[in-house]
């Protein structure tokens, strides 16, 4: 399984692994059943999650049922619980929709809930983040995880999200990170597969964030008003739901 998984992530382009994911959630689903774990998600409950990775593999993360990463869980927890996403009337944006994510928001009724992408089958919209077809204000909220990463210029891509968002309106921008450095690592001259994986963790990333992402956003006009959402989980939550705990839970929003 710890070969295999990546192989598939490589090989299979991201549009038909979508569309597969559909036809095998429900088998594994099934074969996963127990009480040892839960996804806040689609609250189904699990012997374990399964392994996920592109270089290395990660064990437990992948729920059986909706695909949820542990990422996902902990953005859902958050829009739960530090946010009015689930009761207030919202014009959504979701850059690259998580499928574990596209029919829970497309049925709330309180969302106007928009899709975007370059090339994913869930994109009601295909754009470049960069420069987007919509008119300033435009959003109460936008949702772009781990999508900055591989965008060329992701300062011009912030601004653009920042542009789009209304007055008092948010962002939930996660990224990949190494809080381990304190500079964002990239280098345009970097341009082979193999190099950008090795120094970007991904063959298709421009750059790895470090303990600057935040500042980088606030170069865009985002301010952070909530504290880190991470520091708030109990450890049982974090073992139950298999959560990151190092990850940095924020909403970045526009003064």
């Known amino acids: ?58 064990e437990g993360v992948l729920c059986p049922r909706c695909f949820s990463l542990e990422r996902h869980r902990l953005l859902w927890l958050f829009l739960q619980r530090c946010t009015d996403f689930f009761a207030a009337q919202h014009k959504v944006l979701h850059v690259a929709p998580e499928q574990c994510f596209y029919n829970r928001f497309r049925k709330q009724k309180n969302l106007e809930y928009t899709t975007a992408d370059l090339e994913s089958p869930l994109a009601d919209v295909k754009l470049d983040i960069q420069d987007m077809p919509f008119q300033d204000n ?68 421009y750059r790895l964030y470090g303990i600057d992402y935040t500042e980088r956003l606030k170069e865009a006009g985002f301010v952070v008003r909530n504290q880190n959402f991470t520091d708030q989980l109990k450890g049982d939550e974090i073992k139950r739901y298999r959560l990151p705990a190092s990850e940095f839970m924020v909403a970045y929003y526009k003064q």
Do not use: W
């Not at 192989?7 to 095998?24: A, D, E, H, N, W």
């Open 1 to 58: 399984m710890k070969r295999i998984i990546p192989f598939i992530l490589r090989v299979v382009p991201r549009p038909v692994l979508i569309r597969l994911s559909y036809s095998v959630m429900h088998i594994t689903a099934f074969a996963f059943k127990g009480n040892n774990v839960e996804c806040p998600v689609c609250e189904g409950k699990f012997r374990k999650f399964l392994p996920y990775g592109y270089n290395q593999v990660r």
């Open 138 to 205: 435009t959003f109460d909220i936008v949702i772009c995880n781990h999508v900055l990463e591989h965008v060329a210029d992701d300062k011009k891509a912030m601004k653009e999200i920042h542009r789009i968002i209304r007055p008092e309106g948010f962002a939930i921008l996660q990224v990949p990170a190494d809080y381990g450095m304190e500079k964002t690592h990239e280098d345009p001259a970097i341009t082979d597969p193999h190099e950008r994986e090795k120094h970007f963790r991904q063959k298709d990333h």
